[in-house]
């Protein structure tokens, strides 16, 4: 199992002026990530957000990070190809690996808010079709330094892609998969799938095993499985509970807001999201720190119970898990706190680390 960071970057309050200061801790976080040695850090790409992410243009935080750091990978976590022209993708994902000496995690998805396909000029119904065209633009570039004539992009002629980037093979690939179909859809494209934190684990453990059945099918082998945690651990449990209680509550009401558009309306193509919505009241009456962790969508805890608790993921065929240590709204002295306990206590213990 591999152990990486996982940053939407949210601010109590979206007070706009302490965004430096979240930037700041941003790198300092991942300068320490790079010297305990987790894997990779990840950041995601939200518009029109405050409060529950600041991170609109995470390549150019990536860009800083790699400047700070050695060996921690850089992933983007991810970028909703319907809100880009691939050409522009390619060609900033080839600079932010030549600018980390090859250490860039590309993940992609189709993005989930209506607001911003609608600012993008972005259709949702035509969302997922869109991102298939568009990825195979982007992988064809980098593998190949060249763009190629595709649906959608006909206009392309063999380009070269400038700069061409470091991993000569490809960018390793990741789609954010929800729904069912997705990981399905994800081993067809034969890429590593990207999960949480937006269902409850029974239901993504279901859908991992959809994924591993449908690459078997395939006759290929599994991709990697990565997920996504909010996870505080500190030397007394007790504690731990206590700090997260209020903090973690505050970040999923954030997260049922910024998706309750597309949870509690239909829209073509988004069919699973709505049955999700189903459940949002309920979910929302019940969210308190005890439902998180009965669902499966956090980690809190002393380093035995963080332990227990992983090795629960990886046994159902998480390899990967990138960790929102302590929902990102903590105080930046206790986030650095439980990393370092991590790295120390509860990484070397789970098996098949590093």
């Not at 490809?170 to 179909?181: I, N």
């Not at 956090?298 to 608790?309: L, M, Q, S």
Request: hydrophobic fraction near 45%; charged fraction near 20%.
């Amino acid at each position: 199992m591999k152990f990486d960071l996982f940053f939407e970057l949210p601010l109590a309050d979206a007070a706009h002026k302490d965004e430096a200061r979240l930037y700041r801790e941003l790198i300092t976080q991942c300068e320490l990530a790079d010297r305990l040695g987790y894997h990779a850090a990840w950041l995601v790409e939200h518009h029109f957000m405050p409060g529950y992410s600041h991170s609109s243009a995470p390549d150019l935080l990536l860009s800083a990070i790699a400047m700070r750091t050695r060996q921690l990978r850089l992933g983007l976590a991810v970028l909703p190809l319907p809100y880009h022209h691939p050409i522009t993708v390619a060609e900033r994902l080839a600079t932010l690996d030549v600018l980390s000496a090859g250490r860039v995690e590309f993940g992609f998805g189709r993005g989930f808010s209506p607001r911003e396909h609608l600012c993008f000029g972005s259709d949702m119904a035509q969302a997922r079709v869109h991102t298939e065209q568009a990825l195979q633009v982007i992988q064809h570039a980098l593998i190949n330094g060249e763009f190629k004539p595709a649906p959608g992009y006909e206009m392309l002629s063999n380009e070269p892609l400038v700069p061409q980037p470091v991993q000569s093979k490809g960018l390793p690939t990741w789609m954010a998969c929800v729904s069912p179909d997705s990981f399905t859809r994800a081993a067809d494209l034969q890429v590593n799938v990207l999960v949480g934190p937006f269902k409850p684990w029974f239901m993504t453990k279901r859908d991992i095993r959809t994924y591993q059945r449908a690459c078997k099918k395939k006759a290929a082998n599994p991709g990697r499985v990565g997920m996504a945690i909010g996870i505080l651990c500190l030397p007394d449990g007790k504690q731990a509970r206590q700090l997260a209680r209020e903090h973690f509550v505050w970040f999923y009401q954030q997260l049922l807001q910024v998706t309750r558009p597309v949870l509690e309306q239909l829209y073509d193509g988004y069919d699973e999201y709505r049955r999700y919505g189903k459940l949002t009241g309920l979910f929302e009456k019940l969210l308190d720190l005890r439902t998180l962790e009965w669902a499966g969508m956090v980690i809190v805890g002393d380093p035995a119970h963080c332990i227990e608790r992983l090795q629960q993921l990886a046994d159902a065929g998480v390899d990967q898990v990138l960790l929102a240590v302590g929902a990102g709204v903590m105080p930046d002295e206790l986030i650095q706190e439980s990393m370092q306990l991590l790295a120390e206590k509860v990484m070397p213990a789970c098996v098949g680390y590093p």
